[in-house]
């Protein structure tokens, strides 16, 4: 076969070793081709293609980001017809069939091409881990990583400036990151979109405390964390192409009403893009490898219609409609386990 790979959404460390898993795995056992599609669906519009070899994807594993770089397009978006544009540009470049490595949003996207009959096997990404039927979803360990070495550094100086610190990390849906790395990391409350916090609690952690002798705290926050009682000014920006509201602003919220209810400094930390960024840890590289050889034989067994996931210690295969059902939120129990820690 002539296999089309894609990488849509946001980046993140460990779609490099996707494709090169799949095209190693795909040329040297299955014998197929492969033909990257740049920036996401984006390329399907004017065929933005590279071939993918051996060779092109060879020493990538350890590098972030995508070689075939990303985009939020949605080829559905106003009502147009996106398998007619997507299935013109796969016979123009003679490819038989996909694999899209994305989010929600591309697996989407994904899910409606295998309805229509387009040969589909997609490969989870997503830095938030809330994609349902998989434990875990690469570069969520890498992010976790990011964040604690962040939130370790930041120790010191809110401990030297007896200050409190709040960290914004990512967590548009699901707290994920915030728990991990806020239990990894040590931090003193950990805010997160599952769980509407009451600021009032949240500063007698603090005010406790520091009544106990610690002149510092560290306050961990999901970039969609909000408060059970009112609503914080978020930043303007709009929508992305598949509805999606820009985040930002919760961490300043929260430095600007901590100083003003306790009296204590408090200053932020918004970790952003930096928890994309560069080399993907060890397990997300060795993730990122076993997903990429699982689709490219899913593909070759015939299967469509399926995402490749991770049950246990286990690679298979599920249903995308499984997958896409609902977001994959926070466990309540890892929420309780963290809470002990608090204040």
Same mark, same amino acid.
């Given at each position: 076969m002539r296999i089309g790979l894609l990488t849509g959404g946001g980046d993140c460390p460990g779609l490099n070793g996707v494709l090169r898993a799949v095209v190693r795995r795909g040329?040297?056992?299955?014998?197929? *081709?492969?033909? /990257?599609?740049? !920036?996401?669906?984006? /390329?399907?519009?004017d065929d933005n293609t590279v071939d993918l070899t051996i060779d092109s994807t060879s020493g990538i594993l350890p590098r972030g980001g995508t070689i075939l770089g990303t985009s939020r397009t949605n080829p559905y978006k106003d009502g147009a017809d996106g398998t007619a544009v997507i299935r013109a540009a796969l016979e123009r470049n003679?490819?038989?069939?996909?694999?899209?490595?994305?989010?929600?949003?591309?697996?989407?996207?994904?899910?409606?091409?295998?309805?229509d009959g387009v040969p589909v096997v997609g490969v989870p990404k997503t830095i938030d881990n809330d994609l349902d039927g998989t434990d875990y979803t690469f570069g969520f360990d890498t992010a976790v990583q990011i964040a604690t070495d962040a939130i370790d550094r930041l120790h010191t100086t809110a401990e030297s400036h007896n200050r409190v610190l709040v960290v914004e990390v990512? /967590?548009?849906?699901?707290?994920?990151?915030?728990? !991990?790395?806020?239990?990894?990391?040590?931090?003193?409350?950990? #805010?997160?979109?599952?769980?509407?916090?009451?600021?009032?609690?949240?500063?007698?952690?603090?005010?406790?405390?520091?009544?106990?002798?610690?002149?510092?705290?560290i306050v961990v926050a999901s970039e969609g964390a909000r408060p059970a009682q009112g609503s914080i000014t978020t930043r303007e920006g709009g929508v992305d192409e598949f509805g999606?509201?820009?985040?930002? /602003?919760?961490?300043?919220?929260? *430095?600007?009403e901590i100083e003003a209810r306790t009296g204590f400094e408090?200053?932020?930390?918004?970790?952003?893009?930096v928890q994309r960024g560069g080399t993907p840890?060890? %397990?997300?590289?060795?993730?990122?490898?076993? %997903?990429?050889?699982?689709?490219?034989?899913? #593909?070759?067994?015939g299967e469509s219609g399926v995402m490749v996931a991770l049950r246990g210690t286990e690679i298979l295969t599920i249903p995308l409609e499984e997958a896409l059902a609902a977001p994959k939120l926070l466990d309540p129990? #890892?929420?309780a386990t963290a809470a002990v820690f608090f204040g």
């Open positions: 040329v040297r056992t299955h014998g197929h *081709e492969f033909v /990257g599609f740049r !920036h996401g669906w984006a /390329g399907f519009t003679g490819v038989d069939a996909l694999i899209p490595i994305g989010g929600e949003d591309t697996l989407g996207v994904a899910a409606r091409l295998a309805a990512m /967590g548009r849906h699901a707290g994920w990151i915030a728990c !991990h790395a806020g239990m990894a990391g040590g931090a003193d409350a950990i #805010l997160v979109p599952e769980r509407p916090f009451d600021l009032d609690e949240v500063c007698d952690h603090l005010r406790a405390r520091h009544a106990r002798g610690r002149s510092f705290s999606h509201v820009r985040l930002g /602003g919760i961490a300043a919220w929260l *430095e600007n408090t200053r932020m930390v918004v970790l952003g893009h840890t060890a %397990y997300d590289r060795v993730l990122a490898t076993r %997903y990429g050889v699982e689709a490219v034989d899913a #593909l070759t067994r129990e #890892l929420f």
